[in-house]
């Protein structure tokens, strides 16, 4: 069974041009660096609905089994991102299915 990991993101005023520069690049090779990563779907929205509530940027990765998911979590190369997330996010949701 896939697990779904949602990620959405509220980056500090400022910020987002710069995390969005070195995250996205990070973000792309998660299917090519960490095992089981079946799916990855990242980026600003585009929705012309204008309910983000304040949420500028989504990353959803999907895995092969929620052990894929959890190796993600502690994976090399997903701790950049994470910090790169973290130092420049005003607010983070994470939500897994």
Do not use: C, Q
Not at 22 to 48: K, M, N, Q, W, Y
Not at 72 to 93: Q, T
């Amino acid at each position: 069974m896939t697990t779904t990991h949602v990620v959405l993101v509220s980056w500090r005023p400022g910020t987002a041009e710069e995390a969005e520069r070195t995250v996205r690049p990070l973000v792309a090779d998660f299917g090519r660096t960490i095992p089981d990563v079946v799916d990855v779907v990242e980026g600003p929205s585009s929705s012309p609905e204008g309910k983000e509530d304040g949420f500028d940027y989504m990353l959803v990765v999907t895995f092969a089994s929620p052990e894929a998911r959890d190796v993600y979590l502690d994976h090399p190369n997903h701790e950049p991102v994470k910090s790169a997330i973290g130092a420049n996010a005003d607010r983070v949701v994470v939500f897994d299915v």
